[in-house]
């Protein structure tokens, strides 16, 4: 079945307040909180992610994303840590 999510980010754009980051490890490891279901994790960003992750300028029109949102391909968005995001997140569908 074809990924019906066109990566716009708008399910990422206000989810900084329930996305607390407890701890990290430089730019590549990440203690996680996420407090919209209690749910801690630990997240490793490497390779073209990290190069987004710390590309942070851009999400300053931005500031109540979740601190793991980047600006992607066009107008799109990318999960930097999308392998290890939380299973809220991986249940999302919006279409
Ligand atoms: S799940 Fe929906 S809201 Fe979230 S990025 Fe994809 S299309 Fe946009
Ligand atoms: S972890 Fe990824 S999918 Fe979940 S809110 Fe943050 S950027 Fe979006």
Redesign the pocket.
């Known amino acids: 079945m074809a990924d019906p999510c066109n990566r716009c980010g708008k ?2 754009l206000h ?1 900084r307040r329930y ?1 607390l980051v407890e701890r990290s490890i430089g730019d590549t490891q990440h203690f996680c909180h996420f407090i919209l279901t209690k749910e801690r994790f630990f997240a490793r960003i490497g390779g073209e992610d990290l190069v987004r992750f710390r590309d942070s300028d851009r999400m300053k029109q931005y500031p109540d994303s ?4 980047r600006p992607g391909e066009d107008e799109s ?1 990318h ?4 392998s290890f ?2 299973d ?2 991986r249940r999302f569908f919006c279409a």
């Open positions: 399910c990422c989810m996305m979740c601190p793991f949102l968005f999960c930097t840590i999308y995001r939380p809220h997140c």
